[in-house]
């Protein structure tokens, strides 16, 4: 019986992360970020890998990939009073989730996101499927946020 239902258990587990939503508008992300509890910075940039640093899931010894951290340095600019215009340049932790058998990554590019603060550190959220955390940068995403910064995020 304990058998029939672990596997059920990893049965849904793998449903479940193979039927990602869709994924959250940059406006969606901002909304999000500002009803939170949580501090967050929003920030536009480079995120690069360190070297030495675990970019991928590794798996258990039945198969499973495990969570992890690593750390990333991102590069560009943070919102301030003004809009986009403060500089950042920070090294980050990126927390890699994981649901059933697949996992996000550490980034590797250019990004906008929404990175939690905790005390002295930055962190960026990365699991399987797309989440409000993290969005690829581009002048339209760029627009978005300068809407959302002033106000006028589209619905």
Same mark, same amino acid.
């Given at each position: 019986?304990? &058998?029939?239902?672990?596997? %059920?258990?990893?049965?849904?587990?793998? #449903?479940? =992360?193979?039927?990602?939503?869709?994924?959250? !508008?940059?406006?969606?992300?901002? &909304?999000?970020?500002?009803?939170?509890?949580?501090?967050?910075?929003? =920030?536009?940039?480079?995120?690069?890998?360190?070297?030495? /640093?675990?970019? %991928?899931? +590794?798996?258990?010894? +039945?198969?499973?990939? /495990?969570?992890?951290?690593?750390? =990333?340095?991102?590069?560009?600019?943070? =919102?301030?009073?003004?809009?986009?215009? /403060?500089?950042?340049?920070?090294?980050? !932790?990126?927390?890699?989730?994981? #649901?059933?058998?697949?996992?996000?990554?550490?980034? /590797?590019?250019?990004?906008?996101?929404?990175?939690?603060?905790?005390?002295? !550190?930055?962190?960026?959220?990365?699991?399987?499927?797309?989440?409000? $955390?993290?969005?690829?940068?581009?002048? $339209?995403? +760029?627009?978005?946020?300068?809407?959302?910064? $002033?106000? +006028?995020?589209?619905?």
């Amino acid at each position: 019986m304990l &058998r029939v239902a672990f596997i %059920t258990l990893i049965l849904a587990s793998s #449903a479940q =992360a193979q039927s990602c939503r869709e994924a959250p !508008t940059l406006s969606d992300s901002f &909304r999000f970020a500002a009803g939170s509890d949580r501090a967050y910075v929003l =920030a536009a940039g480079i995120v690069d890998r360190l070297g030495g /640093q675990q970019s %991928t899931a +590794r798996t258990d010894l +039945r198969g499973v990939p /495990q969570s992890f951290e690593a750390k =990333a340095r991102f590069s560009g600019v943070r =919102a301030g009073a003004g809009g986009l215009n /403060q500089r950042f340049n920070e090294i980050i !932790t990126v927390e890699v989730s994981c #649901a059933g058998l697949r996992c996000g990554a550490v980034p /590797q590019g250019g990004f906008i996101a929404f990175l939690e603060r905790r005390g002295d !550190t930055h962190v960026l959220r990365s699991g399987p499927c797309p989440d409000y $955390a993290l969005h690829r940068d581009s002048p $339209a995403a +760029r627009a978005e946020v300068r809407a959302c910064l $002033a106000g +006028r995020c589209p619905r």
